[in-house]
């Protein structure tokens, strides 16, 4: 392996289904990948890939990653280079076969052929504890914990931070994983009336560096709807968030966004004539 | 050369089991006290492995049978894993089963008792830097533990002396287990899920947590006693 390219294994992981992995997979490998970063995206979902149509390149799978592990085709043969942007490539889950087809070494075999080739290695971790996800974070570099504000997200995401820092590689040598939170589906205003749990909650429970807050957006189903990461949408609120976290993960100090309550020009008129009548009363 | 395939493999395991103290015979007391304490925490009572200890009992002749106390226990979701001190009816009966249940020799009672009056050599105590994650266990059976981070919910720490942890605690806390009475509980404003000091439990305290003190959880007379410290 050559040591000066230090290429990174990020796996994505949350623990509960449905929080935006896969999403927060696609968008963030995009993301490396425009910033001039050779990235390939790994779906670890065996028997239910997905990563494909957020990718947008469902009809080009030929070979999957079980074929590779299984030495059937060489790694070039499964890899799917991306058609927006150039230094991105996926790497597919097989639909046809289960989680049991993975093996450690056979990950290992290939990861660390990826590794040659590529800067960024984002593993699309699968729901759950099982097989699929310990194999996705076994060889990871860092973590993205993805969590909605929810508590059994919360929880979820806390048991897969125990499991971080035991049962990885870096942990059977001592070393720690470097674990990130990315908040997704984030609604300010419910946050701030106390329905929904907020940043400060959740970074709390978890305690880990907070890297993103993805605001709840309708962008982001469309995108994925039309196989296009809701990042190659800068106009969009989500866009703009994923794009601050490529920043962050990069080591910029990017400020956090989206995380107040969003004001209605009617608000910031009447905060404003609030604020001037208290004043008013103090004086009086 | 090829190796023998192994049939199975020999781990340590250690898990929690609640000791019932039979302090009456009586077959419908018993039953409803049993009813009445699944009722209070079904979920933590679920498939709980129990050992009967008969020691507190008078020998008398109408002790109930063995089998009538496995159905009692079992459906009340209790799973009866051994006996102490049985009497000598329940002993044969046990002794004649297929299937043996574990007599045991010694209770924590007795251990209790011993550590009162020969007062040991002060163990180390365990310190952990950081969070306990749900799903994480800590067990000293030996030493007290003190936890620089959050007890996440779903995860337990065990200790045979005290807990005391400078963050919040928000998951299992069993202190004393070895039976030491005397063992202490000590955290930052918290919600534990389940406070319990040698073998005497209490269940999701539902204090609210809004100033910064310490909360302290001691056992006094049987039972556990919070006030605020610091």
């Known amino acids: 392996m050559n040591e000066t390219r230090q290429s990174q294994v990020i796996v994505i992981t949350s623990g509960k289904g449905g929080v935006g992995k896969t999403t927060s997979s696609s968008c963030i490998a995009t993301g490396l990948a425009k910033e001039g970063y050779r990235t390939v995206v790994v779906d670890f979902d065996i028997g239910l890939r997905n990563l494909d149509l957020h990718m947008g390149c469902e009809r080009r799978v030929v070979y999957d990653f079980i074929n590779v592990v299984n030495g059937d085709v060489k790694l070039h043969q499964a890899l799917i280079k991306d058609k927006r942007v150039s230094n991105l490539s996926i790497l597919p889950a097989s639909q046809t076969r289960d989680k049991d087809a993975l093996s450690k070494e056979g990950v290992n075999n290939v990861l660390s052929q990826l590794r040659e080739k590529f800067d960024f290695i984002i593993c699309d971790s699968p729901a759950g504890i099982e097989k699929g996800a310990f194999l996705a974070m076994y060889h990871a570099d860092q973590a993205i914990v993805v969590t909605n504000p929810e508590i059994s997200s919360v929880r979820d995401s806390d048991r897969i931070l125990g499991l971080l820092s035991t049962k990885t590689q870096k942990a059977e040598i001592g070393e720690q994983v470097k674990e990130h939170l990315l908040i997704t589906r984030y609604n300010a205003d419910r946050a701030e009336i106390g329905e929904m749990l907020s940043v400060k909650d959740i970074a709390a429970i978890l305690s880990i560096p907070l890297i993103g807050v993805i605001p709840e957006s309708e962008a982001v189903l469309t995108a994925s709807n039309i196989g296009n990461p809701v990042i190659n949408f800068p106009q969009t609120d989500a866009g703009q968030a994923y794009s601050d976290v490529i920043e962050r993960l990069l080591g910029k100090k990017t400020k956090l966004r989206f995380v107040s309550p969003k004001q209605q020009i009617w608000e910031k008129f009447l905060n404003v004539f609030k604020r001037d009548k208290s004043q008013q009363e103090e004086i009086l | ?230």
């Open chain 2, 1 to 230: 050369m090829e190796r023998a395939s192994r049939a199975f493999n020999v781990k340590a395991f250690m898990y929690n089991s609640v000791v019932i103290e039979l302090v009456s015979n009586n077959v419908s007391d018993i039953n409803k006290q049993l009813t009445d304490t699944k009722r209070q925490a079904p979920k933590l009572f679920e498939n709980q492995a129990t050992i009967l200890d008969f020691s507190k009992l008078e020998a008398t002749t109408d002790m109930p049978s063995l089998e009538t106390f496995k159905t009692m226990l079992g459906n009340n979701g209790f799973s009866l894993i051994g006996i102490h001190a049985p009497p000598t009816q329940i002993e044969s009966e046990n002794r004649n089963n297929a299937v043996k249940l574990h007599v045991f020799n010694q209770l924590i009672k007795k251990q209790a008792a011993t550590q009162k009056t020969q007062p040991k050599t002060a163990h180390q105590a365990y310190i952990h830097c950081g969070p306990v994650r749900s799903g994480q266990q800590i067990v000293k059976k030996h030493q007290d533990v003190i936890i620089f981070g959050n007890v996440s919910p779903g995860s337990e720490v065990l200790s045979g002396g005290h807990i005391i942890v400078h963050g919040a605690l928000n998951g299992k806390a069993f202190a004393g287990i070895n039976g030491n009475e005397m063992s202490e509980i000590i955290s930052m404003p918290s919600r534990p899920e389940l406070i319990s000091i040698a073998s005497r439990y209490l269940k999701a305290p539902s204090r609210t947590q809004t100033t910064n003190q310490y909360v302290r959880f001691t056992l006094c007379s049987d039972n556990i006693v919070i006030e605020q410290i610091i």
